[in-house]
C-alpha cells in the first residue's frame, strides 16, 4: 500500500503524533509502510491555512491519511484518495459568527464533502458530526484511539490515609474548580498537572486542599505520574476521547470520569466509577467510595485492566489496515 500521513504543525503540542505513533509503528510491523508529512505553517491564520492546502498538492500517494487537526488539507488532494481522522469539534464552541462560519467550512463541511471515508475516535464524536454537517453515515466509521506501549500494569502500593489523587487542569473542560469543591475535607494530596491560574491557587487555599503541581512533562514523568497516584480524577465535561482513563486503566489505578459521553464508551460498563461532571454532589460521592472502599476499587482496577485490551495498539492498526485495504481495492 502507498500511503501518505499528513500531520499538522503546532510546536509543544504532540497529542495527535503521539495517537499515531504506536499506530504506525504496528502498521510497519504488518508491512504497511507510509510516508509521513508535517504542514510547512501553523494554522493560526486563514493564509496559513491556505498555503497549506496548496502544500498539499505535493503530497503523491494511493491514500493519503489527513490525522486530524488539519482536515483542511483534504482540499488540496484533488482527486486521490482520502481517509480524515476526526478527534472532537471543542474548537467550534469557542467561535462565533462568520469566524464560525468560515471554520466550518474549512475543517468541517468541505473537508468531510471530499474526503473518501472519515475516522471518528470515538461514537460521540461520530454522532456529533452527523449532527454538524451532511454525511452518508457508512462513511464515518469509529477508530478508537490507542494505548501507549509504555502504559503497563504497576503494582499498587499499600493504600494510603491521605490518598494521591491525579487531576489534569489543562484546558477548562477538564472541571478542576468543581473537582477542588468535591475534595473539600477529605483527607488526600491533590497532584494537578498543568498550570494553575490564580483563582485556583485561591480556592485550594480556601478549601485548605494539600496539592502539589506540575506542567510540560515528558511521556516518561507522566507515566510517572500514574504510577505513584493511587487514584485518577478525571470528571471531564467535554472530551473526544478521554485518553487519561484508558492510562490510568492499564497502569492499574482506579479512575472517576464522566457519565458524559463518550467516557463511558471509553471506560467500559464497570471499568471507572462515573459521576455527573457539573454537579459537585455526584463527584464528591464518587470520590468518599472511591477512597473508602477497598473492595469497589479493587473492582475498578480488574475491570479496567479487562478494557484495555481493546484499545492495544496492534488491534487499532488492523482496524486502519483493513480500512486501507477495503478503500484500495
Known sequence: MDIAYIFRRRPGTYSIERV??????????????????????????????????????????????????????????????????????????????????????????????????????SEQTRQELLRLTPVAPEKVVVIHNPLQPQFVRKTEAAWSDRPRILHFNVTPNKNLER??????????????????????????????????????????????????????CFPSTYEGFGLPVIEAQAVGRPVLTSLTPPLPEVGGDDGACYVDPFDVASIRAGLLKMTTD????????????????????????????????????
Not at 306 to 322: L, P
Open 20 to 121: 499515531f505513533a504506536p499506530i504506525l509503528a504496528q502498521l510497519r510491523s504488518q508491512g504497511i509502510v507510509g510516508s509521513t508529512h508535517q504542514v510547512p505553517r501553523e494554522s493560526g491564520s486563514f493564509w496559513n491555512v491556505l498555503m497549506n492546502i496548496v502544500w498539499s498538492r505535493r503530497v503523491k500517494a494511493e491514500l493519503v491519511h489527513v490525522t486530524g487537526d488539519v482536515n483542511y488539507c483534504v482540499l488540496g488532494l484533488g482527486g486521490r484518495k482520502s481517509v480524515l481522522t476526526i478527534h472532537d469539534f471543542g474548537y467550534l464552541a469557542q467561535l462565533r459568527g462568520w469566524r464560525r462560519w468560515l471554520v466550518k467550512k474549512l475543517w468541517v463541511d468541505w473537508p468531510i464533502s471530499r474526503c473518501t471515508a472519515v475516522t471518528c475516535v
Open 179 to 232: 473537582s477542588i469543591a468535591a475534595l473539600e475535607g477529605i483527607p488526600c494530596h491533590l497532584r494537578i498537572i498543568g498550570p494553575l491560574h490564580d483563582a485556583q491557587k485561591r480556592e485550594l487555599e480556601l478549601r485548605r486542599i494539600d496539592f502539589s503541581q506540575g506542567e510540560n512533562l515528558s511521556d516518561e514523568q507522566m507515566l510517572h505520574e500514574y504510577e505513584q497516584c493511587d487514584l485518577v
Open 294 to 329: 477497598s473492595a469497589y476499587r479493587a473492582g475498578l482496577v480488574a475491570a479496567g485492566f479487562a478494557n484495555v485490551r481493546r484499545f492495544q495498539a496492534a488491534t487499532i492498526a488492523r482496524q486502519y489496515a483493513d480500512l486501507y485495504a477495503r478503500l484500495l481495492s
